[in-house]
Protein backbone atom coordinates (compact mmCIF):
# COMPACT_ATOMS: atom_id res chain seq x y z
CA UNK A 1 0.00 0.00 0.00
CA UNK A 2 2.91 2.44 0.93
CA UNK A 3 4.28 1.56 -2.07
CA UNK A 4 1.44 2.71 -4.34
CA UNK A 5 1.05 5.62 -2.92
CA UNK A 6 4.77 6.39 -3.46
CA UNK A 7 4.71 5.43 -7.00
CA UNK A 8 1.45 8.08 -7.08
CA UNK A 9 3.43 11.24 -5.99
CA UNK A 10 6.14 11.12 -8.88
CA UNK A 11 4.57 12.67 -11.39
CA UNK A 12 6.39 14.75 -14.89
CA UNK A 13 5.92 18.37 -16.09
CA UNK A 14 2.45 18.97 -17.29
CA UNK A 15 1.94 20.69 -20.67
CA UNK A 16 1.42 24.26 -19.53
CA UNK A 17 5.26 24.13 -18.12
CA UNK A 18 6.52 22.42 -21.14
CA UNK A 19 5.05 25.31 -23.20
CA UNK A 20 6.23 27.97 -21.10
CA UNK A 21 9.63 26.62 -20.88
CA UNK A 22 10.21 26.20 -24.77
CA UNK A 23 8.79 29.82 -24.99
CA UNK A 24 11.87 30.94 -22.25
CA UNK A 25 14.55 28.72 -24.71
CA UNK A 26 12.63 30.33 -27.53
CA UNK A 27 13.49 34.18 -26.36
CA UNK A 28 16.91 33.46 -25.27
CA UNK A 29 18.05 31.66 -28.64
CA UNK A 30 16.75 34.56 -30.17
CA UNK A 31 18.06 37.07 -28.57
CA UNK A 32 21.38 35.32 -28.60
CA UNK A 33 20.97 35.00 -32.60
CA UNK A 34 20.27 38.56 -32.75
CA UNK A 35 22.94 39.34 -30.64
CA UNK A 36 25.55 37.35 -32.81
CA UNK A 37 23.66 38.61 -36.21
CA UNK A 38 24.39 42.05 -34.71
CA UNK A 39 28.43 40.86 -34.04
CA UNK A 40 28.57 40.00 -37.61
CA UNK A 41 26.86 42.92 -38.94
CA UNK A 42 29.29 45.03 -37.06
CA UNK A 43 32.20 42.91 -38.51
CA UNK A 44 31.58 42.82 -41.97
CA UNK A 45 31.27 46.54 -41.70
CA UNK A 46 34.42 47.07 -40.17
CA UNK A 47 35.89 44.97 -42.74
CA UNK A 48 33.98 46.64 -45.53
CA UNK A 49 35.76 50.05 -43.96
CA UNK A 50 39.09 48.86 -43.75
CA UNK A 51 38.73 47.45 -47.54
CA UNK A 52 37.77 50.56 -48.46
CA UNK A 53 40.19 52.54 -46.68
CA UNK A 54 43.18 50.74 -48.21
CA UNK A 55 41.43 51.11 -51.72
CA UNK A 56 41.34 54.92 -51.10
CA UNK A 57 44.57 55.41 -49.17
CA UNK A 58 46.76 53.83 -52.24
CA UNK A 59 45.17 56.12 -54.60
CA UNK A 60 45.85 59.20 -52.75
CA UNK A 61 49.36 58.28 -51.88
CA UNK A 62 49.89 58.29 -55.30
CA UNK A 63 48.39 61.21 -56.06
CA UNK A 64 49.75 63.32 -53.36
CA UNK A 65 53.09 61.95 -54.21
CA UNK A 66 52.93 63.09 -58.09
CA UNK A 67 50.69 65.85 -57.42
CA UNK A 68 53.63 67.77 -54.55
CA UNK A 69 56.63 67.00 -57.69
CA UNK A 70 54.37 69.09 -60.43
CA UNK A 71 56.75 71.28 -62.14
CA UNK A 72 55.57 74.75 -61.45
CA UNK A 73 56.43 77.34 -64.35
CA UNK A 74 54.30 79.76 -65.63
CA UNK A 75 55.81 78.31 -69.25
CA UNK A 76 54.49 74.83 -69.00
CA UNK A 77 50.77 73.83 -69.20
CA UNK A 78 48.37 72.04 -67.45
CA UNK A 79 45.22 69.86 -68.16
CA UNK A 80 43.37 69.02 -65.51
CA UNK A 81 39.78 68.58 -67.54
CA UNK A 82 36.55 68.82 -65.25
CA UNK A 83 34.06 67.50 -66.92
CA UNK A 84 30.24 65.73 -66.74
CA UNK A 85 31.24 62.70 -64.50
CA UNK A 86 34.72 61.51 -64.22
CA UNK A 87 37.74 64.19 -64.35
CA UNK A 88 40.94 63.46 -65.56
CA UNK A 89 44.67 64.65 -64.55
CA UNK A 90 47.31 65.65 -66.99
CA UNK A 91 50.66 67.51 -65.77
CA UNK A 92 54.00 67.27 -65.89
CA UNK A 93 56.23 66.40 -62.66
CA UNK A 94 59.72 66.09 -62.19
CA UNK A 95 59.82 62.24 -61.98
CA UNK A 96 62.13 59.88 -64.05
CA UNK A 97 60.05 58.17 -66.47
CA UNK A 98 60.47 55.83 -69.46
CA UNK A 99 59.73 56.59 -72.52
CA UNK A 100 57.27 54.44 -75.04
CA UNK A 101 59.90 54.09 -78.00
CA UNK A 102 61.50 51.31 -79.05
CA UNK A 103 65.13 53.00 -77.46
CA UNK A 104 63.92 52.42 -73.74
CA UNK A 105 65.62 55.19 -71.61
CA UNK A 106 65.19 57.26 -68.23
CA UNK A 107 64.25 61.14 -68.91
CA UNK A 108 64.15 63.64 -66.10
CA UNK A 109 60.67 64.54 -65.95
CA UNK A 110 57.44 63.10 -67.07
CA UNK A 111 54.16 63.65 -67.94
CA UNK A 112 51.66 61.91 -65.56
CA UNK A 113 47.69 61.15 -65.83
CA UNK A 114 44.85 60.12 -63.82
CA UNK A 115 42.00 58.76 -65.28
CA UNK A 116 38.73 56.66 -64.57
CA UNK A 117 38.23 54.02 -67.74
CA UNK A 118 35.91 51.23 -68.03
CA UNK A 119 36.50 47.41 -69.20
CA UNK A 120 34.10 45.39 -69.86
CA UNK A 121 35.15 42.32 -67.52
CA UNK A 122 36.87 44.37 -64.55
CA UNK A 123 34.32 47.07 -64.81
CA UNK A 124 35.59 50.93 -63.57
CA UNK A 125 39.79 51.19 -62.96
CA UNK A 126 41.76 53.98 -62.05
CA UNK A 127 44.63 54.26 -64.46
CA UNK A 128 47.97 56.03 -63.94
CA UNK A 129 50.19 56.68 -66.95
CA UNK A 130 53.49 58.33 -67.32
CA UNK A 131 56.02 59.08 -70.08
CA UNK A 132 59.44 60.19 -69.51
CA UNK A 133 60.26 63.47 -72.07
CA UNK A 134 63.56 64.96 -71.83
CA UNK A 135 64.10 68.57 -73.22
CA UNK A 136 66.38 68.29 -76.42
CA UNK A 137 65.86 68.82 -80.43
CA UNK A 138 64.91 65.18 -80.86
CA UNK A 139 61.58 64.21 -82.11
CA UNK A 140 60.96 61.63 -80.13
CA UNK A 141 61.60 63.08 -76.63
CA UNK A 142 61.20 66.91 -77.28
CA UNK A 143 58.16 68.31 -75.44
CA UNK A 144 57.18 72.16 -75.99
CA UNK A 145 56.45 73.85 -72.78
CA UNK A 146 54.10 76.16 -73.87
CA UNK A 147 50.45 76.99 -71.99
CA UNK A 148 48.93 77.95 -75.38
CA UNK A 149 50.02 74.69 -76.22
CA UNK A 150 47.87 71.12 -75.47
CA UNK A 151 50.34 68.20 -73.85
CA UNK A 152 50.68 64.91 -75.54
CA UNK A 153 48.58 62.16 -74.98
CA UNK A 154 50.57 59.16 -72.99
CA UNK A 155 50.50 56.12 -75.10
CA UNK A 156 48.03 53.08 -73.88
CA UNK A 157 50.87 51.14 -72.96
CA UNK A 158 52.12 53.40 -70.90
CA UNK A 159 48.71 53.24 -68.73
CA UNK A 160 48.71 51.54 -65.10
CA UNK A 161 45.74 49.98 -63.53
CA UNK A 162 45.89 51.32 -59.71
CA UNK A 163 42.44 49.84 -58.47
CA UNK A 164 39.35 48.51 -59.65
CA UNK A 165 37.45 49.22 -56.52
CA UNK A 166 37.52 52.93 -57.62
CA UNK A 167 33.81 53.68 -59.24
CA UNK A 168 34.03 57.90 -59.47
CA UNK A 169 37.07 60.66 -59.49
CA UNK A 170 36.02 64.34 -59.37
CA UNK A 171 38.50 67.08 -58.91
CA UNK A 172 38.33 70.54 -57.80
CA UNK A 173 40.96 73.46 -57.45
CA UNK A 174 41.99 75.58 -54.80
CA UNK A 175 42.52 78.79 -56.67
CA UNK A 176 43.99 81.73 -55.45
CA UNK A 177 42.41 85.07 -56.82
CA UNK A 178 43.40 88.53 -56.02
CA UNK A 179 41.17 91.74 -56.59
CA UNK A 180 41.38 95.65 -55.42
CA UNK A 181 38.87 97.01 -52.41
CA UNK A 182 39.00 100.71 -53.36
CA UNK A 183 38.99 102.32 -49.63
CA UNK A 184 38.88 106.00 -49.68
CA UNK A 185 42.74 107.41 -50.94
CA UNK A 186 44.85 103.86 -51.36
CA UNK A 187 43.78 100.51 -53.22
CA UNK A 188 44.02 97.77 -50.68
CA UNK A 189 44.52 93.82 -52.37
CA UNK A 190 42.92 90.95 -51.30
CA UNK A 191 43.15 87.77 -51.83
CA UNK A 192 40.64 84.85 -52.01
CA UNK A 193 41.29 81.14 -52.05
CA UNK A 194 38.24 79.55 -53.87
CA UNK A 195 37.13 76.72 -54.48
CA UNK A 196 36.74 76.50 -58.76
CA UNK A 197 35.18 73.16 -60.58
CA UNK A 198 37.36 74.22 -63.52
CA UNK A 199 40.85 74.63 -63.66
CA UNK A 200 43.19 77.65 -63.74
CA UNK A 201 44.46 79.03 -66.45
CA UNK A 202 47.48 79.82 -65.04
CA UNK A 203 49.83 77.29 -63.10
CA UNK A 204 50.96 79.93 -60.28
CA UNK A 205 46.82 80.20 -59.38
CA UNK A 206 46.76 76.64 -58.28
CA UNK A 207 47.01 76.49 -54.52
CA UNK A 208 45.95 72.79 -54.45
CA UNK A 209 43.39 69.93 -55.27
CA UNK A 210 40.90 68.43 -54.05
CA UNK A 211 40.43 64.70 -54.94
CA UNK A 212 36.74 62.90 -54.36
CA UNK A 213 36.99 59.22 -55.13
CA UNK A 214 34.10 56.51 -54.55
CA UNK A 215 35.48 53.41 -53.55
CA UNK A 216 33.64 49.64 -53.88
CA UNK A 217 35.08 47.30 -51.78
CA UNK A 218 35.49 43.57 -53.35
CA UNK A 219 32.76 41.88 -51.49
CA UNK A 220 30.12 44.95 -52.74
CA UNK A 221 31.60 44.61 -56.08
CA UNK A 222 30.51 40.92 -56.36
CA UNK A 223 27.19 41.68 -55.64
CA UNK A 224 26.77 44.68 -58.44
CA UNK A 225 26.45 43.49 -61.88
CA UNK A 226 29.84 45.02 -64.09
CA UNK A 227 27.42 46.17 -66.71
CA UNK A 228 25.26 48.10 -63.62
CA UNK A 229 28.46 49.85 -62.17
CA UNK A 230 28.14 52.72 -64.54
CA UNK A 231 24.90 54.04 -63.47
CA UNK A 232 25.90 53.83 -59.73
CA UNK A 233 28.90 55.91 -60.43
CA UNK A 234 26.59 58.01 -62.01
CA UNK A 235 24.11 58.66 -58.90
CA UNK A 236 27.38 60.74 -57.44
CA UNK A 237 26.56 64.32 -58.70
CA UNK A 238 29.60 66.56 -59.83
CA UNK A 239 30.91 69.21 -57.83
CA UNK A 240 28.76 72.57 -57.29
CA UNK A 241 29.76 76.07 -58.18
CA UNK A 242 32.75 78.12 -56.44
CA UNK A 243 32.78 78.90 -53.14
CA UNK A 244 35.41 81.43 -51.12
CA UNK A 245 37.18 79.64 -48.70
CA UNK A 246 39.40 82.68 -46.93
CA UNK A 247 39.97 86.33 -47.38
CA UNK A 248 42.52 88.12 -46.46
CA UNK A 249 43.93 91.78 -46.69
CA UNK A 250 47.41 91.21 -48.10
CA UNK A 251 48.58 95.09 -47.83
CA UNK A 252 47.78 98.17 -49.35
CA UNK A 253 49.14 100.10 -52.85
CA UNK A 254 49.09 104.09 -53.47
CA UNK A 255 46.73 104.86 -56.39
CA UNK A 256 48.42 105.66 -59.78
CA UNK A 257 47.44 105.35 -63.48
CA UNK A 258 50.97 103.60 -63.96
CA UNK A 259 51.23 101.24 -61.29
CA UNK A 260 49.66 98.17 -62.82
CA UNK A 261 48.53 95.87 -60.06
Known amino acids: MKQTQKHLGNHGFTL ?3 MV ?3 ILTIILGMALQLTESARTSIRISENSTANDSIARKAFDLISRDISQMINREDVPIEFESKSG ?4 LFLASIRGLTDDTEIGERPASLVTYKLSFDETFGPQLLRGMRGHQFDDSSDSALNLNPETNLPEIPTDNLQRISNGIIR ?3 E ?3 KKQSLVNNEDEDTVNEEITREIEAPELINELKGLVVTIVTL ?8 PTNRLPSLADRFDDAKPPKILSKSGLGSVTRSPRTKH
Not at 86 to 89: K, R, T, V
Open 16 to 18: VEL
Open 21 to 23: TMA
Open 86 to 89: DDEL
Open 169 to 171: MEV
Open 173 to 175: YLV
Open 217 to 224: DERARRGI
